[in-house]
Nanobody
Framework: QVQLVESGGGLVQPGGSLRLSCAAS????????MGWYRQAPGKQREWVATITGDGMSNYADSVKGRFTISRDNAKNTVYLQMNSLKPEDTAVYYCAYNKGRLYWGQGTQVTVSS
């Protein structure tokens, strides 16, 4: 089993920054892909970014250049640094761990509003 716990969400003004964290526990392998997804009200869950075990990352076009995904394999933790936040970034952000299928955290709310 895999457990994922996200933290770091909150309310931020446009142009501000937040850093999300996701701590993984259970049957974890450091080389497995981890990532972040988000779901805005009334919309489907969408992919944001992923990172491989050796640190290669990919980003959705909507966040490229503003968000940075990273991981600390010793701590089984993945991070999402979000800069230059926009109101359209408002969503529940979910951490995901790929182990044959995707395991999900409970989500953390990010609200970008003045």
């Amino acid at each position: 089993q895999v457990q994922l716990v996200e933290s770091g969400g909150g309310l931020v003004q446009p142009g501000g920054s937040l850093r999300l964290s996701c701590a993984a526990s259970g049957s974890i392998f450091s080389m497995n892909v981890m990532g972040w997804y988000r779901q805005a009200p009334g919309k489907q869950r969408e992919w944001v970014a992923t990172i491989t075990g050796d640190g290669m990352s990919n980003y959705a076009d909507s966040v490229k250049g503003r968000f940075t995904i990273s991981r600390d394999n010793a701590k089984n933790t993945v991070y999402l640094q979000m800069n230059s936040l926009k109101p359209e970034d408002t969503a529940v952000y979910y951490c995901a761990y790929n182990k044959g299928r995707l395991y999900w955290g409970q989500g953390t709310q990010v609200t970008v509003s003045s």
